[in-house]
């Protein structure tokens, strides 16, 4: 079987990409204690089934994503405790951020993110996190994420189910008998024809509106969900986020925030700058620039009440290079 294949199916990574970059820090195998190891050179090495697995460097692994990795060195550089805290992580996709946040000790982790079906699948089943997808954090607001999170945590039903219970009685129903009746058979309440018609047509409606997705539903908190709470503001804020300016999304982030909430937010300068100041490949190589994006950073904070407490470089690089940063940011009393 392919390494980064085999170490996906044997829980040793979440993803093949996280398997990709625990064989590129170094992987070994062996099929038995008494034989040497192999290490793996690429991620199309074949390992045998039943092999014994080490990996030199785990630290890949610790986290459902390298997001997990960069968060946790900015937590450390801010001091940030996360114990007990309800946090909210814009632009979660695969959750790395989230599961740095869990297991640090948040309470509950409400994630946002524009795309569909990105959050791995351990955090979906997990209680302690509300995945809200398909909504865009630049038009967020208190209300619509409230009513985003109540949607995610239900499931959808009719809202007029079916009642098997009151189907009509066909006509000659005493038939079904054999044709057995006596003089004390009363057929008074056997439904007419077109009461019977007039039922079958309602039945294929309702299914042809079922099937177009036309058919009216409620919601209805699914199994293991019905007591969590969705908070009215979170105690810290935390987002990786792409293709789009932090000034552009902090001013809906702000009115999120619990009184002296903190924003720790992954700052990426390729998307800060104006294109002629980024080179080719989106990399920012002129390390002039980036005073530039932390001050407009600041100035952005400081019209939105937010008071700056730290800049920090990121743990670990981009995926694609570029240098990056966190802000931490803390909302006034």
């Known amino acids: 079987m392919r390494a980064d294949v085999f170490l996906v199916e044997g829980g040793h990574a979440a993803t093949r990409s996280q398997a990709q970059r625990l064989i590129a820090a170094g992987v070994q195998w062996r099929l038995a204690p008494t034989l040497p190891w192999n290490a793996v050179a690429k991620n199309g090495d074949d390992i045998p089934a039943g092999a014994e697995v080490q990996l030199l460097d785990a630290a890949e692994a610790k986290y459902l994503s390298r997001g997990g990795l960069k968060l ?71 209300e619509a994420l409230r009513d985003a999170c109540e949607e995610a945590l239900c499931e959808r039903i009719e809202a007029e189910p ?13 038939m079904r008998n054999g044709g057995l009746v006596d003089e004390d058979y009363d057929d008074s309440d056997d439904a007419k024809e077109q009461e019977v018609e007039a039922f079958k047509a309602e039945r294929a409606a309702k299914a042809q509106a079922r099937a177009t997705g ?72 002129d390390a002039a620039l980036f005073p530039l994006v932390e001050q407009r950073l600041r100035d952005c904070c400081a019209q939105l009440g937010l008071q700056v407490l730290g800049w920090y470089d990121s743990a670990i690089e981009g995926g694609d290079g570029n240098r990056e940063f966190f802000i931490y940011a803390r909302r006034a009393a």
């Open 72 to 142: 946790e060195g900015a937590l450390a550089a801010a001091g940030v405790r996360v114990d007990g805290l309800h946090c909210l992580d814009v632009g979660q996709s695969t959750g790395g951020f989230t599961d740095c946040l869990l297991q640090h000790g948040a309470a509950q982790v409400v994630g946002v993110d524009v795309g569909q079906g990105q959050l791995h699948e351990r955090l979906r089943a997990d209680v302690r996190v509300i995945g809200v997808e398909g909504l865009n954090a630049r038009h967020m607001t208190p």
């Open 162 to 174: 079916e009642d098997n219970d009151t189907q009509p009685v066909a006509p000659y129903a005493w």
């Open 214 to 285: 036309k058919v009216a539903t409620v919601r209805q908190r699914m199994a293991g969900r019905e007591d969590v709470a969705i908070p009215a503001a979170f105690e810290l804020v935390t987002g990786d986020l792409s293709f789009i300016s932090l000034t552009l999304v902090l001013p809906a982030l702000v009115p999120l925030l619990a009184p002296q909430g903190a924003l720790l937010m992954l700052v990426k300068p390729q998307f800060e700058l104006q294109p002629g100041q980024v080179g080719k490949g989106g990399i920012v190589r």
